[in-house]
Each structure stands twice: as C-alpha cells, then as structure tokens.
C-alpha cells in the first residue's frame, strides 16, 4: 500500500452534525441503511478503519458472535470503502453471519455519537503497548490502511427486538475493547461459558 494512503488516513476529515449517543433505554435511532430485525435483538459495531488491529479483533469478536448466539442478529458498521472493505474482511477470515454496512459518509456513525477521536485517543501511551500486546498474543498487527481514518472513534451498541437501546459501549481510545458478555446478556441472552485456559504442566501446553 502506498505511502499516500496511509498518510490519507491521518487526514483530519470534513465535520459531521455528530448527535448524542443514545441512552440505554432510549430508541435506537433509525436510518434508511440500517434496518433493524423486529424478531430478534441486534448487536451492532461501528469499526476503526480496516486496517486497525482492534477493528480486525471486534470484527473477529463479531464473527465469532454470530455462530454462538443464532437468536440475535450482528451488524459491523465500516467507513472504509466498499471495495476495501471487502478485500479486508477475506483477509481477516470472512464474515459469517455479520451483517456488514458500508458508511463511508460517517452518517450512522455520527447519528450514533460517534465523531472524531483526539490525538491521545490515538496515541496514547496506553494504545501503542496494547497494540504491540495484541500482535504478540493473538498475532493481530496493523494492515495497510486502503481507506477510511484512522481518527474515526469506534463504539457497540445492543438493540432489542423492540428498537430499544440496552448497552452501549463508546471507546475512549482506540484499543478500548467492547465486553461482548455484557452486551449479550443486555438483550436477554445467557452468555456461552468460556473454555479454560490451558494448564501449562512440565513446561509444555
């Protein structure tokens, strides 16, 4: 990927009217290009660019989602472009049964809350080491950025059937990872317990 659209990416982008983010027990605001289920609850997550290594872990989170919990629907909210985005999400594994919108405008995002992040959002001291944690761990690292910014501020939102707001999470920096047990359980489902970790016994796995 070229140097100028990586750059691209650091470009401070044209202002959006950013609403507030809606309240847990408010209605879930509507748009054209986000339709909602009426007979199941939805999980929506509103990614940094492809590219980011935390969008790339949400979206896996997502993916992951979809197959254990089949009574609720999943949507990933990208500002990449199409064509980007697409080539991103075979990259990172497919999209199972996620629902990806494309919102290069931003226009879901600001009508969720979501504007542009600051410098410490992004830059934080706290970010850089868990951005190098992730990679070492879970071998998540930075792709190249093809479009979309990397100021974009990401957030998780779950909706009942009903259009109601029962958890939201706004992130207040860019590796700040939304708690999918909790937003499971906001719209009534048990969340699946999880797996032991392995016992490292004698020095071997």
């Not at 070229?2 to 983010?21: C, F, G, R, V």
């Not at 969008?55 to 989602?65: D, G, I, M």
């Not at 290069?104 to 934080?124: I, N, V």
């Not at 690292?141 to 059937?161: H, K, L, M, V």
Request: net charge neutral; hydrophobic share 40%; charged share 20%.
């Amino acid at each position: 990927m070229s140097l100028a659209q990586e750059w691209e990416s650091l470009k401070t982008l044209p202002k959006k009217d950013i609403k507030p983010p809606p309240e847990i027990g408010a209605k879930a605001p509507t748009h054209p290009d986000l339709i909602l289920p009426t007979d199941k609850p939805t999980i929506i997550a509103f990614l940094r660019h492809c590219g980011c290594p935390f969008a790339e872990k949400t979206f896996k989170a997502l993916t992951k989602l979809s197959n254990d919990y089949k009574s609720i629907n999943f949507i990933a909210v990208s500002h990449s472009s199409s064509e980007a985005t697409e080539r991103w999400v075979v990259k990172v594994g497919g999209n199972w049964d996620v629902n990806v919108i494309i919102d290069e405008e931003r226009d879901l995002y600001a009508l969720f809350g979501l504007g542009m992040s600051t410098t410490w959002h992004l830059l934080s001291p706290v970010a850089l080491y868990n951005t190098l944690q992730l990679g070492k761990k879970e071998n998540i690292w930075n792709r190249p950025t093809e479009s979309g910014s990397r100021w974009q501020t990401a957030g998780a939102f779950a909706i009942d059937e009903n259009g109601f707001v029962r958890w939201r999470h706004i992130a207040a920096r860019s590796d700040d990872l939304s708690n999918w047990d909790a937003a499971v359980q906001s719209v009534g489902v048990t969340p699946k317990p999880k797996p032991p970790p392995p016992v490292l016994t004698h020095g071997f796995l």
